[in-house]
Nanobody, 122 residues
Framework: QVQLVESGGGSVQPGDSLRLSCVASAGAISKYAIGWFRQAPGTERELVAGIGWSQGMIYYPDSIKGRFTVSRDNAKNTVYLQMNSLKPEDTAVYYC???????????????WGQGTQVTVSS
């Protein structure tokens, strides 16, 4: 069982930046690909970034490219999501998930964190 804990969410203004962190139980994160998902009220969970178990494979949907950056530090058991130029439509609960590969479909991931709220408003 892998435990994931997200942090770094908060309330910010449009144009601001946030960095989310996803910390895994000891020694676990290096074995998994990590996906960052978000879910706003009344919507389905959507993938916003994914990173393979090494940094060789990184994925962003077209709607996100250029604003979000995913990275990982396996020595710290942590994956990061740097979010820049935030918009009100980025408001959602953000989750990290661990799986064998980066998938755009949430059901293919094996472990999930509890989520961290990001609110962007003026």
């Amino acid at each position: 069982q892998v435990q994931l804990v997200e942090s770094g969410g908060g309330s910010v203004q449009p144009g601001d930046s946030l960095r989310l962190s996803c910390v895994a139980s000891a020694g676990a994160i290096s074995k998994y690909a990590i996906g960052w998902f978000r879910q706003a009220p009344g919507t389905e969970r959507e993938l916003v970034a994914g990173i393979g178990w090494s940094q060789g494979m990184i994925y962003y949907p077209d709607s996100i490219k250029g604003r979000f950056t995913v990275s990982r530090d396996n020595a710290k058991n942590t994956v990061y999501l740097q979010m820049n130029s935030l918009k009100p439509e980025d408001t959602a609960v953000y989750y990290c998930a661990a799986g064998k590969n980066v998938y755009s479909v949430d059901r293919f991931y094996d472990f999930w964190g509890q989520g961290t709220q990001v609110t962007v408003s003026s």
